[in-house]
Structures are given as C-alpha cells and as structure tokens.
C-alpha cells in the first residue's frame, strides 16, 4: 500500500544468506583489503574485537567501506530493487509486509525481539547471524527485516520511483500531501501510521540512481528502528556516514 509501485528489471543474481558479520569482515581488515569500522565499540563495549561477537553483524561501516569489503569477495552491494527482490523471495510480486513466511506482524514473542526497536523490546544489541528462527525465509535468506539494516549501491533521491522525477514541485511530491492540490489527478491510497518518504507522483520505472554522494539508502529493519521500517519495501534515508545499527549484505552477478 506504500506509493508508488513501479516496475523494475533484474538480471540473475545470487545474494549471501546472512550479514557480514565481524570475523569475516576482520580477515578482510588482515589482508589489507579493507579498513577498521569507524567505531569497534557497541554500546560502550568492546564489539568488533570481542570474540563473543564474532559471529555478530559488523556495523559502523560506511556505504565505501561496505562497498570495498563486498569487492574484495568478489561480490558487489545489491541495489534497492536487488534486494527487494530477494526479500520477497519467490512470490516476488506478492504485497505482503514481512519477508518471512506467513508475513505475520513481528512482536515481541512472534518474531523475537531483534525484529522490533529497542525501546519496544528492550534489546540493545543486535543478535547472532543465523539466530532468528522466525525472520528466516524458504530461500534461505535470513535477517532481511531484523538484526541490522543494509547498505545498497543506490545514492538517495525521494522520487526514485517515479515516472517524472521533476514533473512536480518537491512539496506536491511528498508523500501524504494532496493529489488534488498537487493536480495529479491520481487517487490518494496514503498508509498511517507508517508513512514512508516516497512520492505520490505517477509509478514509473526503476533504475539504479547513484549520483549524490552524501545521501545513501539503507535497506531492511534493525534491532534499534521502528517496526515500520521492518517492511519490505521501505526504504530508508542515511545522511551519517557510519551507524550503530546499519550493515552490510553481498550480492554476485550469476
């Protein structure tokens, strides 16, 4: 129900089953093809050096150095409709929310607590890669929703989606403002209370967009955001160059 619901072509892909997590990315760190986080420590503790959590998801990278450690596999960041995509699994066209089976809405004992904000579920912590025995789907992917989101190889523009990037004036574009008023002459089909920051203007037909380099998209929910941001297809905005609860996923041409 989120707008707009514009197409987009995909060539064969593969996409790795889990996060990156900090062992994996640390051996990237000892052959000199990648760089130390920006911070190792989590919520006042020793994280990314610890070995009790070296089967957790690294964090506080940014888009480059998540870009340069899927590189150095071999591998690539997905792009946005890559990884929609692959969350929704097989049934690719189905408009569900969640990208485990059943799409059931996630709480605190359906789903476990790494699905939801920490302030809803006390967790402060993302979980251990492969734990989660709810978010897990048919295909073998897991954590697309919870744990810690995603960077992706697009850059940000609100109207990525749209037929006209620039057919309409910003404040017309945004979503929840008025079709009327805007003369789009579409019908309005707004959501509450999750509003996502999409545009009301006409679906079009998506492609990779990367041309700002300060403003990124980051996909998938995350032990510390919302639970609107747990649905498949939101798509988030990232300003700071490193976060305490963003990560990264490889994908591979096949």
Known sequence: SWLPAATAKI???RMDQHEVTNVQYKLCVERGSCTVPQETELNG????DAEAYSDFPVVH????????????????LPNEAEWEWA?????ASALRDYP?????????DVGGAYHLASAECATQMPAQVLQSQADRMNSGLRDMASNVAEWVADTWHPFAYCQNRKALE??????????????TGEACALTAPCVPNLA???????????????????????YKRSRCALRLYARQLQTVSSSADVGVRCAQNL
């Open 11 to 13: 060539s064969a892909f």
């Open 100 to 108: 485990w089976t059943g799409a059931q809405p996630p709480h605190c």
């Open 170 to 183: 910003e404040k017309c574009q945004a979503q929840g403002g008025s079709c009327a008023e805007c003369g």
């Open 87 to 91: 969350a929704r699994g097989s049934d």
């Open 45 to 48: 503790l020793a994280y990314y």
């Open 200 to 222: 009301i203007c006409k679906p079009g037909t998506y492609e990779v967009y990367q041309d700002n380099k300060t403003e990124w998209v980051v996909r998938g929910g995350s």
């Open 61 to 76: 990278v940014t888009q480059a150095q998540a870009s340069q450690y899927c590189v150095s596999q071999g591998k690539r």
